[in-house]
């Protein structure tokens, strides 16, 4: 296939959120150049704004009838900002319709530039790539964290004792320790850990700090039976595996066998021995087996929206599929596409409703193995509908028998927590802006990007856990205590349940430093197939593995 008609092929896809950028290039079988497609689709989509401007005012879409917008925007962008132009034979047809019109082409990008404020590549600001800290994993399997650190100490890096302030990336050759989980350490952006030999040898998990979230807040004890429900490419695994010290069992489901098989070698990597996968979907376990009726802990990731996800250039693909359907409707409408738009944004609704039910029934189900006890249910979703309203409706249908855990058993002093205005009243449960407040402050956001934003993944997580016969299912009180992270207040934020900033005290370090001790998980996402690492199916495996 012509290279370039396989990348429009590529941005159409992305257009209508089939895939992202780095799995339908670098982990895509069917690209033979995958470094040259990255490329083309990652600059392209980065100078979309500018582009698209020239597209519209040239009107070349009504001038040559068969180019498709796709392919214009991908041929606009090696005109107008490769030194070597267009890489295609003079004869094809579609290069001809480009350059048939090349000196109106140029005298409009130069316009574009300068009505939208861009820089002089053609880039408008906010479209650069975002900057988010490498967050990396010590898998205490096989190291310590102070080991780990030693050895980057040895490797002429500097360690900060404390993390900057306000909250920022670590500057070039420097890392700090994180300061909500132990075993995590901060690496500035972009930095290529993917030849060293600690991650190499298995030491070092690339792995997103919300993500890790999870399986810290299920936290099951060693020789626990665990349920991963919704489990590859497996780094929420393979951390399960070392909370658990390798010890007791993990089922781990996927139904993506591809991914499945990701699972299985980045586990074994990662040294566990404890973990059985199984090419299934969850739905279908039946609750009745030997093994399923010992499970007390399911961690459940389920299909999402991935609209938290932003890191390494995957923020830009929502901007690109909102504008390319924006500029299908002006393009085929003579109303301005004001009911085409209507109907756009209520298709958008009903998908989000359609994965809310989807995931209320993945944590309905868990919630019917006989002997379970806590379940974890998270999304790399910013919506309400995926977040905050599965929630209620789980606690609606469940609730006295299930109820969410304390904040004081789910991160405790992360700064965040849901978003009070968006639960709905519980009869008996939440009927009051306090009640609400409460089921708020059990659970946890984290907001994508920065400098706002938690310098991570957009992501939420809950915690269920089954009510005892003595047990009271109420709500707990509002946290007290303090928090760490952020530039503001939760309340400052969004207006909804605060929680206070500020720092640990000596005395809550050395509490948790014993704590940490009895356990190895320390003080504490998913259906997004993007990659980082190397081009071909090594580096699709290493991008999967840094994408939970």
Request: aromatic share 6%.
């Given at each position: ?141 096989m190291m310590s964290p102070q080991k780990v650190i030693d050895a980057f100490i040895a490797d002429k890096w500097e360690f900060l ?330 309340d400052e934020m969004d207006g909804s349940s605060a929680t206070g900033e500020g720092t640990v005290s000596a005395a809550k370090k050395?509490?948790n430093k014993k704590k940490k001790k009895k356990k190895s998980t320390g003080s504490e996402g998913k259906d997004n197939d993007t ?18």
């Amino acid at each position: 296939m012509n290279f370039y008609k396989q990348a429009a092929d590529i941005l159409d896809r992305l257009g209508k959120k089939e895939g992202s950028i780095k799995g339908l290039t670098l982990g895509n079988a069917e690209v033979t150049d995958k470094k040259r497609m990255y490329a083309v689709i990652c600059e392209t989509l980065k100078h979309n704004t500018t582009l698209s401007l020239v597209l519209q005012e040239s009107k070349l879409l009504t001038l040559e009838k068969k180019l498709t917008r796709s392919l214009a925007l991908l041929l606009l962008h090696d005109l107008l900002l490769q030194s070597r132009g267009i890489q295609a034979s003079e004869a094809w047809p579609m290069k001809q319709a480009v350059m048939r019109h090349k000196a109106r082409l140029k005298a409009e990008f130069v316009k574009a530039k300068i009505k939208v404020g861009a820089k002089k590549d053609g880039l408008v600001e906010g479209e650069e790539e975002l900057l988010l800290p490498r967050y990396v994993r010590v898998n205490l399997l096989m190291m310590s964290p102070q080991k780990v650190i030693d050895a980057f100490i040895a490797d002429k890096w500097e360690f900060l004792p404390a993390p900057p302030s306000p909250p920022a990336p670590p500057g070039p050759n420097t890392f700090h320790r994180d300061e909500h989980l132990d075993f995590m350490l901060v690496f500035p952006p972009k930095s290529d850990l993917h030849l060293h030999p600690l991650y190499t040898s298995g030491v070092l998990i690339l792995q997103d700090k919300a993500s890790c979230f999870p399986a810290a807040i299920l936290s099951p004890p060693k020789n626990a039976y665990v349920i991963d429900g919704c489990a590859a490419p497996g780094n929420k695994t393979s951390q399960l595996a070392m909370g658990m010290g390798n010890s007791g069992k993990i089922i781990a489901c996927d139904l993506d066998l591809r991914r499945l098989n990701i699972l299985k070698r980045l586990t074994t990597k990662a040294g566990c021995t404890n973990i059985t996968a199984l090419n299934t979907s969850f739905l279908t376990l039946d609750t009745s087996e030997p093994d399923n009726k010992k499970v007390s802990h399911i961690l459940l990731d389920p299909s999402c929206s991935g609209s938290g996800i932003i890191n390494r250039l995957d923020h830009l693909v929502d901007a690109y599929a909102e504008e390319q359907e924006q500029a299908t409707i002006l393009e085929t409408t003579t109303t301005g596409g004001a009911a085409e738009r209507a109907e756009a944004e209520a298709k958008k609704k009903e998908r989000l409703l359609s994965l809310g039910e989807f995931q209320v029934e993945c944590v309905t189900k868990a919630m019917t193995f006989p002997n379970v006890r806590k379940v974890s249910y998270s999304t790399c979703s910013i919506y309400a509908e995926e977040n905050e309203h599965v929630v209620t409706t789980l606690l609606q249908n469940h609730w006295p028998k299930w109820k969410l855990s304390p904040r004081s058993r789910v991160l405790p002093t992360w700064h965040r927590r849901g978003y009070s205005a968006d639960v709905g009243d519980i009869p008996g449960l939440v009927e009051t802006d306090e009640d609400r407040a409460k089921v708020a402050d059990c659970l946890v956001r984290a907001v994508p990007g920065g400098p706002e934003g938690d310098l991570m993944n957009g992501f939420f997580v809950a915690c269920f856990e089954r009510v005892g016969k003595n047990e009271n299912p109420a709500l707990a009180p509002l946290w007290k205590g303090q928090a760490i992270g952020g530039k503001r207040t939760h309340d400052e934020m969004d207006g909804s349940s605060a929680t206070g900033e500020g720092t640990v005290s000596a005395a809550k370090k050395k509490k948790n430093k014993k704590k940490k001790k009895k356990k190895s998980t320390g003080s504490e996402g998913k259906d997004n197939d993007t990659a980082h690492g190397s081009q071909g199916e090594a580096g699709a495996e290493e991008g999967e593995e840094d994408e939970e």
